[in-house]
Antibody, heavy 118, light 112 residues
Framework: EVQLVESGGGLVQPEGSLRLSCAASGFLFSSNWMSWARQAPGKGLEWVAIINQDGSQKYYVDSVKGRFTISRDNAKNSLYLQINSLRGDDTALYYC???????????WGQGTLVIVSA | DVVMTQSPLSLPVTLGQPASISCRSSQSLVNSDGNTYLNWFQQRPGQSPRRLIYQVSYRDSGVPDRFSGSGSGTDFTLKISRVEAEDVGVYYC?????????FGQGTRVEFK
């Protein structure tokens, strides 16, 4: 069974930093692109970043470029999101997701909540 | 960015009756490989999103056949042939052709 388990969220002050993690199991992690998406409280979904199998290709939504860094460790079956210079509008539930084929994801984790507040 | 516009944003439904959600994109979703990467996700209250449909009309394993997707180019539709109680939630269309991938605003399906 495919499982994605996020962790690392919490309450952080503006301009602070966090490192989110996603532990993957039940599939060959190194074979899949992986993604981070987020959902602000009561709002819709937004893609944040995407990374290819070996970490050599990374893409970000404009609103997080220069502040967020996606990475992975295939030996540990783990996906990461380093988030810096946090702002209030970064408050959201952050999901990791497994990419399959092109243009889609088929599995989501349960999310980890990031709250940016003084 | 490609704008995905869903309608309606709120859909009151009756148990056993059909329901339909429209999704329009600001650009064609036909990829250079000839495929159209339009997905539908369901998000039940308090849960993570769940993919229902990919590439316009392919239903995921375990998704009831009362769900169907159709469309082409920039106009797409998700239909529920007979709404059941477990179908309550928010439905999102999502394009996976142009980065950043983008979602529609979501359509909230709830009982009248």
């Amino acid at each position: 069974e495919v499982q994605l388990v996020e962790s690392g969220g919490g309450l952080v002050q503006p301009e602070g930093s966090l490192r989110l993690s996603c532990a993957a199991s039940g599939f060959l992690f190194s074979s899949n692109w992986m993604s981070w998406a987020r959902q602000a409280p009561g709002k819709g979904l937004e893609w944040v970043a995407i990374i290819n199998q070996d970490g050599s290709q990374k893409y970000y939504v404009d609103s997080v470029k220069g502040r967020f860094t996606i990475s992975r460790d295939n030996a540990k079956n783990s996906l990461y999101l380093q988030i810096n210079s946090l702002r209030g509008d970064d408050t959201a539930l952050y999901y990791c997701a497994r990419n399959v084929g092109a243009g889609t994801v088929d599995q989501w984790g349960q999310g980890t909540l990031v709250i940016v507040s003084a | 960015d490609v704008v995905m516009t869903q309608s309606p944003l709120s859909l009151p439904v009756t148990l056993g009756q059909p329901a339909s959600i429209s999704c329009r994109s600001s650009q064609s979703l036909v990829n250079s490989d000839g495929n159209t990467y339009l997905n539908w996700f369901q998000q039940r209250p308090g849960q993570s999103p769940r993919r229902l449909i990919y590439q316009v009309s392919y239903r995921d394993s375990g998704v009831p056949d009362r769900f169907s997707g159709s469309g082409s180019g920039t106009d797409f539709t998700l239909k529920i042939s007979r709404v059941e109680a477990e179908d309550v939630g928010v439905y999102y269309c999502m394009q996976g052709v142009h980065w950043p991938w983008t979602f529609g605003q979501g359509t909230r399906v709830e009982f009248k």
